[in-house]
T-cell receptor, first 113, second 114 residues
Framework: GDSVTQMEGPVTLSEEAFLTINCTYTATGYPSLFWYVQYPGEGLQLLLKATKADDKGSNKGFEATYRKETTSFHLEKGSVQVSDSAVYFC????????????FGAGTRLAVHP | DVKVTQSSRYLVKRTGEKVFLECVQDMDHENMFWYRQDPGLGLRLIYFSYDVKMKEKGDIPEGYSVSREKKERFSLILESASTNQTSMYLCASMWSGRGRETQYFGPGTRLLVL
């Protein structure tokens, strides 16, 4: 079935370090891909998305490129801040089917000064 | 801004109680969703609704039911709460149509069943 696999956390980094969180997917058809972020005590909010192969989503210094050949959508940021500490979820949705989201397990990021 | 609100941030209930979780959105979205979030499992879809009075089972509907009598409100019901339903519950809403796949989430309700 359709699924999303993302790297296990927690990921612990120092401020200004480079961040990569890996995400791969399995899907029939042509999914749209998303990264959602959950800050402590809050619900999820959309960070970025890409709807077709080779699209790059970007927001707040984060980027992810939709790679159909490797079925991946890795999240990157060149220089993390303490305020980026959160849980990051990779997700996909398939065209049709009421746009249900399928989530990965989430990766907790902790950034220290 | 889209706003999705949930009736409670924290709830404590006893085993066997009937529990109602309410979700309201203010953007006239057709689709609404209920998820539960558990450590290491991500978010799992319980039920969703694509229109008033319409509902579809998600991946883990057992022990839950839903109600959508008005477009803006989607209720999750635990008919007889059990300890394995202790979890964080998240509601989301979304427009229909291609290119509008973003789901907007409420802040969550953390439910403890004793």
């Amino acid at each position: 079935g359709d699924s999303v696999t993302q790297m296990e956390g927690p990921v612990t980094l120092s401020e200004e370090a480079f961040l990569t969180i890996n995400c791969t997917y399995t899907a029939t058809g042509y999914p749209s891909l998303f990264w959602y972020v959950q800050y402590p005590g809050e619900g999820l909010q959309l960070l970025l998305k890409a709807t077709k192969a080779d699209d790059k989503g970007s927001n707040k210094g984060f980027e992810a490129t939709y790679r159909k050949e490797t079925t991946s959508f890795h999240l990157e940021k060149g220089s993390v801040q303490v305020s980026d500490s959160a849980v990051y979820f990779c997700a996909l949705t398939l065209s049709g089917g009421y746009n249900k989201l399928i989530f990965g397990a989430g990766t907790r990021l902790a950034v220290h000064p | 801004d889209v706003k999705v609100t949930q009736s409670s941030r924290y709830l404590v209930k006893r085993t066997g109680e009937k529990v109602f979780l309410e979700c309201v959105q203010d953007m006239d979205h057709e689709n609404m969703f209920w998820y539960r979030q558990d450590p290491g499992l991500g978010l799992r879809l319980i039920y969703f609704s694509y229109d008033v009075k319409m509902k579809e089972k998600g991946d883990i509907p057992e022990g839950y039911s839903v109600s959508r009598e008005k477009k803006e409100r989607f209720s999750l019901i635990l008919e007889s709460a059990s300890t394995n339903q202790t979890s964080m519950y998240l509601c989301a809403s979304m427009w229909s149509g291609r290119g509008r796949e973003t789901q907007y989430f409420g802040p969550g309700t953390r439910l403890l069943v004793l």
